[in-house]
Structure formats: structure tokens, C-alpha cells
């Protein structure tokens, strides 16, 4: 009996034994990588994931004060590649989210997840994955992907997966059926591409809207900058286009790790445009295995004819608003960390921001706050 015929068995028994259809799918990817190993196809997938809890004391929006558990994004994934010869390889990867906190509404595919290629002339893949514009400066943020991330102002909102209907306010996004190119690395330069094509039709317009993101970044050893465009067709109405820019430069100071960046969101609304500009800096200053982190959101007041709000953002005086966020994390191995953080939200009299995962929710002029205390662990 040949390998592959032998390690099959056991996947075919899964579902007269009860076992759940994501877990069946994980044993048989699983068994089925070890099968191409012991057939001379190549290496098993590597597995690795991210843990991260937090109790959390939430208040100050309007709506009473509430302690809870909160899962801050938790996944586990699989990737691997196929030697293709002359450079050039087969890549993929299935992530999906994991909810420490409740244990339900796991999914095996709905994060970062593709099937592409990779060669001398870059990468190219389709699936589902974070688009370029997030991507370029979520790590200017060291309390990404939490409660406290600077999504809150930054990118007017975040959608952990997203298509061209849904979450169409925000900026900071994973997108389902995109096409993304990355091009390799010369002298410090690199670019990523992403489209993501009209296969939805809006029940509202009629329209199909369709997503074109786009990043350029320069890093080296101590300094990392970044420019980002997003465009966003028909979201909004039949004919309209929003787009979104930003700037960024992150650097190494000794102990010290400093970033900035500057933001500008341009709606298009049924009632008129609508323009918001922000920045946030943060820092980073290590101790040992101690890192003191801080960072801070300010975002200006909207700008434009649209008397309709686009998310929390709307235009006229006192729709501004500041988010402050302050921190430690101890590490207590390469891959665990104890954490305590508190992060405010200060809207101003007609702002309405509020946390962008785990929202409490904020009513107007609030000023929303989380303390959290935690554990992360990767792997």
C-alpha cells in the first residue's frame, strides 16, 4: 500500500466519527502534506499562530461601564511552498480566526489565505489578505490588532474581512477576492498592488463597486518609510470614487523605536464630498524585556458639502476627536508576553468615535475608554 493510500484512510473516517467539518478539514490538510512529504512532493506546512487575550474594564461611551474577556484577533495558520525550479515556487497559505475568549465562530479560511506564485519578478496571488494600505503602516502601531489600535481614527474604521459591500467606510481592511502583486526588493524599494473586481452588485445603486490599493516602502536598517493610496469605486454611490492617502516614516533611536504618519480620507457622498485629515506617532522604548509603548490618534475635523455622516466621520466644526493610548508589555520568552494597557477616545461635542474591534460603543461628544490586562503567545 503506497504512503499517500495509507495516511487517506483516516480522513475519510473523520466524519463517521462525529468530527466537526473545520476540524476535519485542518487532520486533512494535515495528513495530506504528510502524504506529499513521504511521496517526494515536498516539505509539510509550517503551522503558527497568535494568541491574544485581555480582560478588559471598558466605559466613558454613554452606555455604562462593562468588564470582559476580550479576544484581540487570535488565529492559527498554515502556509507552505512548491519548489517550481529556474526560481520561481508555488506559495500558499490558509489563516483563519480563533476565538480564545468564547471558543465559537472559528473559521479556517477567513484571514490572510492565498494561492499564488513567487520569482525573481515578484509575487502574485489571489484570495483573501489585508491590502497594501493596511498593511504599510499597521506596524507603525504596537497595539495593533487590538481594542486600543489606532484604527479607532486611523482609516475612519476596520474590517477584519470585507468585500466591496460590506464595511464600505472603512480604510483599514482584509479583502475577500483580491488579486495582489508584490515586487521584490531593490536597493531598499518595494511595492505592493492589489484589485479587487466588481463581482458584487450593490441592491442600492444597482452598481458594481470594485477596490484598487496600492504601497511603496523603503526600509532599512533603522529607518522604514512608506507612501499608501487606496481607491474605492461606487462604493458610495453609482459614479462615486473614495480614496485615501497617507505618509509614513518609522525609526530606530538607540532604545527607542519612533513613527508617524499623516492621513487624508476623500468621500464622495450622494449629498456631497467629504474630507478628513489625521496623524497619529507612536513609541516604543525597550528595557530589557520591558517595552513602554505609547501612541496617539488626532483626527481633524471633516471638511466638505455632505450634511450625511461616512461612518463615525462627518464634516462641520467639533467632529474632531483624539484617542491616547499607553502601555507595557513584558516579555517573558521570544514568543510570550504579559501586557496592561489604557486606551481614551476624546470625541469632541459632535464626534462619535469609537474603539474599532470590541466596541463598547460611543454616543456623541463621549469619551470612550478600555484598560485591558493580558497574555499574548505566539507560535
Known amino acids: 500500500m503506497t504512503p499517500s493510500r495509507f495516511l487517506d484512510r483516516p480522513r475519510r473516517c473523520l466524519p463517521i466519527l462525529g468530527i466537526r467539518p473545520a476540524v476535519a478539514a485542518v487532520s486533512a490538510l494535515m495528513l495530506g502534506s504528510v502524504a506529499q512529504a ?3 512532493g515536498g516539505a509539510g506546512p509550517v503551522v503558527y499562530g497568535r494568541l491574544n487575550l485581555g480582560l478588559e474594564q471598558v466605559g466613558g461611551g454613554g452606555r455604562g461601564s462593562l468588564s470582559r474577556l476580550s479576544n484581540d484577533r487570535s488565529v492559527l495558520g498554515f502556509r507552505g511552498e512548491e519548489s517550481l525550479g529556474d526560481g520561481w515556487s508555488a ?28 520569482g525573481p519578478w515578484g509575487t502574485a496571488f489571489g484570495g483573501v489578505w489585508t491590502l497594501p494600505y493596511t498593511a504599510a503602516t499597521s506596524g507603525f502601531d504596537p497595539f495593533y490588532p487590538t481594542t486600543a489600535g489606532y484604527m479607532a481614527l486611523i482609516g475612519n474604521g476596520s474590517a477584519s474581512i470585507a468585500d466591496n459591500l460590506s464595511d464600505s467606510t472603512a480604510f483599514d481592511r482584509r479583502q475577500q477576492n483580491v488579486l495582489q502583486y508584490w515586487t521584490p526588493t531593490a536597493g531598499g524599494w518595494s511595492g505592493r498592488l492589489a484589485f479587487s473586481p466588481g463581482e458584487e452588485r450593490s441592491t442600492v445603486t444597482g452598481a458594481r463597486p470594485s477596490l484598487w490599493s496600492s ?18 469605486r461606487r462604493f458610495q454611490t453609482a459614479d462615486s470614487t473614495d480614496r485615501a492617502w497617507k505618509l509614513g ?9 519612533l513613527s508617524a504618519l499623516i492621513e487624508r480620507l476623500d468621500y464622495r457622498t450622494a449629498t456631497g464630498p467629504l474630507r478628513r ?4 506617532v507612536s513609541a516604543v522604548h525597550k528595557i530589557g524585556r520591558l517595552s513602554v509603548m505609547g501612541g496617539l490618534s488626532v483626527a481633524g475635523d471633516g471638511k466638505g458639502r455632505a450634511v450625511t455622516r461616512v461612518g463615525p466621520l462627518a464634516r462641520g466644526a467639533q467632529t474632531g476627536a483624539v484617542q491616547l493610548t499607553v502601555g507595557v508589555d513584558q516579555a517573558l520568552s521570544r514568543r510570550t508576553s504579559l501586557f496592561a494597557w489604557v486606551s481614551r477616545i476624546r470625541n469632541d461635542a459632535a464626534a462619535r468615535y469609537d474603539f474599532a474591534i470590541n466596541s463598547p460603543g460611543a454616543m456623541m461628544g463621549s469619551h470612550p475608554s478600555v484598560l485591558s490586562v493580558g497574555m499574548k503567545h505566539s507560535f
Open 38 to 40: 513521504a511521496n517526494g
Open 91 to 118: 506559495v500558499w497559505q490558509i489563516e483563519g480566526s480563533v476565538l480564545v475568549d468564547t471558543g465559537g465562530g472559528t473559521s479556517l479560511a477567513n484571514r490572510d489565505t492565498r494561492l499564488g506564485l513567487s
Open 215 to 232: 504601497s511603496l516602502t523603503y526600509a532599512a536598517s533603522d529607518l522604514t518609510a512608506v507612501w499608501a493610496h487606496e481607491q474605492h
Open 249 to 257: 516614516v518609522s525609526g530606530q533611536l538607540g532604545a527607542t523605536r
Open 277 to 280: 485629515d489625521a496623524l497619529y
